[in-house]
């Protein structure tokens, strides 16, 4: 493991990053391609929040915070705090004390592959959290890691500066080069999704507004009534 | 698997579906025999709902929604979706435009053995969800399936027009020719506990009431004083 | 297995059982010196409260709560149930009747290594739960277990009258004889951490605060700026 | 939950289960259109076996294997027992003394949606194990189940008197009524197989064999050569 | 947690101890009472071993072996190392250099709540290891723990000098005072046993044996002929 | 997703990879300073092997093996093929038709983060497996995915032309640029662990080897005589 601090990453343009908050995680992700979700281990504690942020990355030894420590002095307003460890864990790296600092800096949430605690705290202050797991275990500060390298999570790559988003439906990530193109497509999505909306409410089937009836004849899907016994 | 869409089963008697609603889901597993009862795993993304219906029953293939769309011009007024895979997934397969047109058609909610997102817009239409997973992951429509065939979660069959209760302990399938009676056994059920519970807000101990003391005395069950190092 | 009921067990003093639910489960585990924490496995299933009590340990066969009947004559005034199963279990062991008895002796909660049901109702009553699931499944009562000896859960031994904190960020057990020093301890604990949090507030950091600049220069993390491709 | 036996269920033809066991558990579920397979979650104890028979089917409560011993009674040569549990559990519930009295009755297997014990025993015994877990916990005989009524095991419902096929690979049902059929369908699948494997041995390409490449096309696969980053 | 190296914990008598490794898992915990089964998650990396000794016990940081190292001091002949960790964690804490200053002094193997690694070497050695998980993942040697304090992993407390017995089936533990009591009842049991396989052998049923059929009857369970659609 | 196949990518030396087989993962894992290991969850079917090879990356909708049909022809002798899903699944992507076709190209395994099916075969072939999960559950070739873009499996990025080392304690990567490099790490590591082994075997202790003493007290761990009751 590299035991490095990288300082001032690149970062996603501002303006796209707050524009990218104004839509969900799911059509974000279907605006890439379907691409890019952290999978669906990465949770929120509470309900009801959505935020989108650039990524200050750390990646830290199980049961020790010291490279969190690292990050803060690291991040910048507008960030997003995004915490992987070396080997799966559980335990509480992160608490109010920590959410303090951060909202002192301007940072708009976290983002963690582990545990949380203090977690009615963080939400008394507004400080929206999405995590592994929640945990009161305490941590040491020990054993070294590194800041702002790249950090998978689910899957995904996170490099310092990309774009995060993060809602009830978990976390996307979005290459810090093409904010600006995603938020475009996702608009562009939900332009068409509205339209599909519309239809849907008055009736309109998925069946003939997308077109499979013919898929369906091509897979040799039979209609059949229904019979006694099946 | 059979890829076919069975038009027309026969539904569960509304009247009784609806009188369903009146019971919780633990009461009604019980009044079953402590049957039907899909396991811990399918859960409410949001506490608070209650909703009985009868199962339109889908078969889907992992990362794949096509036969969703086909299943919803199955529905009628008073069905409840219910969703299975035919392999472990956690993918994102329903969302709320789904849940658009399943309003529109009268659906009272999904319960689905895989992911769900849109969840905050779900929760905002006042659409229930029962899922075993929220996740952003997009899905493909190319692969058949099936509608309205029995399908299993958790260890139950679930044939279509069956009765489908759910709530924040679960869901519970009561097979579609037994609704009425069911109902009638958890009135049965929740009159007998009624007073239980009044005898239970007064003092009784519930060793009494259900005549426990004697199978202690057959288990060898001993009291013992507390003694130090224990 | 013992099939054993233990009568009166010394319990941890009550005032200092009451001061302790004056503090978060995570300050108390780390007054501790990190231990105690049942694990991540447990948790609320309606976030938003915080209790403490003396417990009475329960210890019972998987899919029966015969051994929850014989505890509650057991329970008093300030105690909280704690139920450890003898092999892996979900079942929903525990519902509102047990709660309504339970209110009734002024049993403040209850913590179950296994599954509880009616979680609308216990909510509704104000009865908190810390589970390790949520299942409508139903159990007999035909099997025996114990009462008041020692239970382990998550790596911890909670033994009958060990005071039992439990809040959002899951639950930790404190032994009878120290719960009034843990409570000093926590309270010097929270001091130290509203000067830190003044502090953070005001920007310090806590590279800063906990002198752990030094640290990082003993194992060797190196500061870079950041380059192409990293 | 039904308490009943159900005996003397038909069995699929003996001879047509015996050439079952000719044929792997992967091909026989292709040969079904890819249904049957019992999920990832039922495992051999110890690879290198495979053996087909008639289901004899066991619904046992958690932690309790009365039923067993009353479905061990149901059983003829060339049965296996398949064993689900009300909820899911661990438990060792069959050990090398059910084997003993299961060969002497020319029972070919067990497969278990729990736990088994006396592993290294029954290996000696050349009597094979398909199960979720292996546990030296102990079970009681106190609560009623079934035996020889519809069971649900991943997805799967087994009746009494189904083909059962289970290799290292896992566990396949096929209905009772279609085992000749599948039969002849696994070995028209192993032949062509035989086919393809004559020509990949020498170098021909799925892509071509199989005619995927216009399918890339459509699907707006490109090939690109490596650059740089990538 | 406590930072504690206990020394000359009292060990189970080893002629008794050795006597127990003339039995197998289940049939010891069987002897005691169906107790002290550490549980579905603690499995042998390679089948077929057995192995009883004294346990010298160690807590350790997860992520962190050192505590490992603390122990082997405190190890002699016939010992058992039984390592857990203050949270969950997966890591690769012990390997073959630890193996071989074991073997020097006499230790007869491993019982991890975590990982283990270089088990082809370990096997070559003939050195058994009990481990939650096999992982390459190295470890630090920075954060401290304790050895010979009572550890607890899958619901057991184990003690120091606590007799552990490990084969095929996991592993148990018998308090250190009840080793020879515990040999006895479980040679008792075999020998019952081996009086049931005789049985079973010609052709006895369990139902009869143990006397179940009268038990079949109090608890309402019918015997009904198979009828269509059943 | 990118849909795409990147032809071509540059590999690491032959010679270094063939090298690189001459260690164990851990011991590889170390070398790099306890990075790239692909964690627990990915284990070889059948203990006893161990290869090296370049890595040819498959990134596969869940359910489907099209792009595994693709990668086939991107493979050259000594690759390794590597296989990730775009969401969790355990079917079996992969069976020894594949297998057949990769031998003739000269690939030397497969690593795969889903299942995989026809082990015995596979075993019988000597074609070396390490998988997510064992299933025969089938599979379609309908949606599209990329061959030889970087994956990610268990927190690990292998991007095409890396060296894959695989042995029984999991996989670990190494970057093609450093493949030499982390040949001689290992091998001067294993020198050092020789002498470290010799000294085990005549009785030194890690405490002294390592230096840890002095550790121990910096730490404030006490040795204290056992006591009654601990």
Redesign the interface.
């Known amino acids: ?10 970062r996603a343009d501002p303006g796209a990053v707050d524009a990218l908050a104004g839509f ?3 059509t974000v ?2 605006a890439m ?3 890019g ?1 952290l ?2 281990g990465i ?1 929120p ?4 929040s ?1 935020v989108a942020g650039t990524a200050v990355t750390v990646l830290s ?4 915070n ?1 490279m969190i ?2 990050a ?2 690291q991040c910048r307003p507008g960030d997003l705090l995004v915490v ?1 460890t ?7 790296m992160f ?4 959410a ?2 951060l909202q ?2 301007g940072v708009r949430g976290l983002v963690i592959d582990a ?1 949380v ?5 963080l ?1 008394a202050m507004g400080f929206p959290v999405w995590s592994a ?6 941590t ?5 890691g590194a800041v ?6 689910g ?3 996170i490099r ?1 500066g990309d774009a995060i988003l993060a ?4 976390v ?1 990530r979005v290459p810090r080069e093409t904010v600006a193109d995603t938020v475009k497509a996702a608009r562009a999505r939900e332009e068409k ?1 509205e339209a ?2 519309t239809a ?4 309109e ?3 003939d507004r ?1 077109g ?1 009836r013919d ?2 004849l091509e ?8 019979r006694d ?2």
Chains 1, 2, 3, 4, 5, 6 share one sequence.
């Open positions: 493991m590299r035991t490095v601090v990288v300082t001032d990453p690149p969900g995680v799911a992700h279907e391609g379907r691409a979700f999978g669906p949770r504690v509470h309900l009801g959505r030894w199980p049961g020790d010291l420590h690292v803060v002095e992987a070396t080997s799966p864990s559980t335990d509480g608490g109010e004390l920590f303090t600092a002192h800096r545990g605690r203090d977690v009615a705290d939400h797991a929640v945990s009161a275990q305490g040491v500060k020990a054993t070294p702002n390298v790249p950090v998978s999570i899957g995904q790559v310092p809602d009830d439906d978990g996307v999704e599909t909306r849907f409410r008055t009736g089937l998925g069946l997308y499979l898929r369906l897979l040799g899907i039979e209609y059949v009534p229904y016994g099946s």
